[in-house]
């Protein structure tokens, strides 16, 4: 990790930065996009809103906080467009559908699968699920950022911060081009058309508004600036992103996580927030970034990479050098202490955790490398020449 103020550094790691061709289309498409959304932008007023991309460029070039912002750019991409959507004018702004995800929900699959999902209500039903749509959905993204740079492979977090911004921003674009109304439209407005003129709503979240004694939900959704949002939907998509995650790197609990996703799929559609099309839409976008951006060192598990960060540096090693210093047995005493005992030593079925990618072929473990001592791994923790894109987070 990178702890240093120095712009100088980041200058530096710039000039060697050979950017690959599908580098220079990603970051010319953001910041394309950047631009226009800040022409865009009324509120913060000119010269005001200039302080936005200010602050971002401030960032990128101190190494303490580029090792975050400049890999959390398709997040911040996304988030930059879902604010300033509201912005677009009206007469640039397309038709809103109402009766196309209905249609089409019943054509697929035989029924308004939402519908039949909100006929009864229980206020335990209603805490349920808001725990995943109106608190989990906020907060598991943060969480499990962290925990890929504690216990995932090096490039994880970097993996993470693309696919679940680029799933997020192209969601909202889609919604853009693409307005469809809400199941919750549907139940207050009938079939009548819509217009940019009617304000959020928060569906089945203000019982829970009800029950808590705020307007918390009400006040958000009625200023949300994505109303009529609700194809593709964007939690049904991150909370797959969020499972393709944690089963790939953590299998063994994939039950866990895939409970979690199907649950979160119940709660759009019962607090009348999507239709069942929009949840299979979000996922399959999700699936469709998750295979399609995931680096060929993440692909398959090997020997050579271990599954935590305390195995990388050996930590687990060398307590139970301490240990075996005070017996008379040791595993491989012609070894020197920096390699002795390394994650090589393991037991097999610790070291070969099964992939969570079903849709590769299995490939062979590639030759196996001697763990590295902490010495020359803390060395290499740094950033190769031209790469500026991470600096020495994982």
Known sequence: MEFSWDPKIQFARLRRWRP???QIASYSFQASLAIFWLYLMTAPPFPYKLGIPLLYITAIFIPVTAQFFIPATPIFSYLLSFYSSRFIPTDYRPTIHVALLPTLETVLYGANISDLLTRYTFTALDLLAWIPYGVGHFTLPFFIAFFLWIFAQRPALRFFALAFGFMNLTGVLIQAMLPCAPPWYELIYGLTPADY???????GLARIDAIFHSQGYTKAFGVSPVVFGAFPSLHGGSATMEALFLSHFFPKYRAIFWSYAVVLYWATMYLTHHYLIDVVAGA???VMFFYFLIPDELRERTDETPKYNYERYDV???????????????????DDDDDALSVHSLPEDDRTPTSAMPFFPHRPPRAHRQTASIASLSGSNQPADGDIS????R
Not at 316 to 334: F, K, Q, S, V
Not at 390 to 393: A, D, K, N, S, V
């Open 20 to 22: 690959t061709w599908p």
């Open 197 to 203: 003129s009617i304000p959020g709503h928060p569906g």
């Open 284 to 286: 399959c976008l999700s």
């Open 316 to 334: 687990e090693a060398a307590t139970r050098r301490r240990e075996l210093r005070t017996g008379t047995w040791t595993e491989n005493p012609d």
């Open 390 to 393: 991470l600096g020495p987070i």
